[in-house]
Nanobody, 115 residues
């Protein structure tokens, strides 16, 4: 079974930056569009970014211009660079295939933006 492990979260002030990383135990990234998702307290999980096998990238309007998604198929990783962070970006961030999440969700990594 595939295991997804997210890392890189933390506590930052508004305007700060973080780089999140997702690693998979199996080689799945080379054959799937990958996405980053987030879930804030009391809200549904939402996709914030995705990157296809061919490198086509989509961002949610709320993060466009501030977040950057990238992938390294050889290393079976996908990253998310978060900049100009806002309080409303506070959430647990997860990775999975996109648009449909085909694998069990990992633990996620907590991003907290606070003054």
């Amino acid at each position: 079974q595939v295991q997804l492990v997210e890392s890189g979260g933390g506590l930052v002030q508004p305007g700060g930056s973080l780089r999140l990383s997702c690693a998979a135990s199996g080689r799945i990234f080379s054959g799937n569009t990958m996405g980053w998702f987030r879930q804030a307290p009391g809200k549904q999980r939402e996709q914030v970014a995705s990157i296809s096998i061919g490198g086509i990238i989509n961002y949610a309007a709320s993060v466009k211009g501030r977040f950057t998604i990238s992938r390294d198929n050889a290393k079976n990783t996908v990253s998310l660079q978060l900049s100009s962070l806002k309080i409303e970006d506070t959430a647990v961030y997860y990775c999975n295939t996109s648009p449909l999440p085909l694998y069990s969700w990992g633990q996620g990594t907590q991003v907290t933006v606070s003054s």
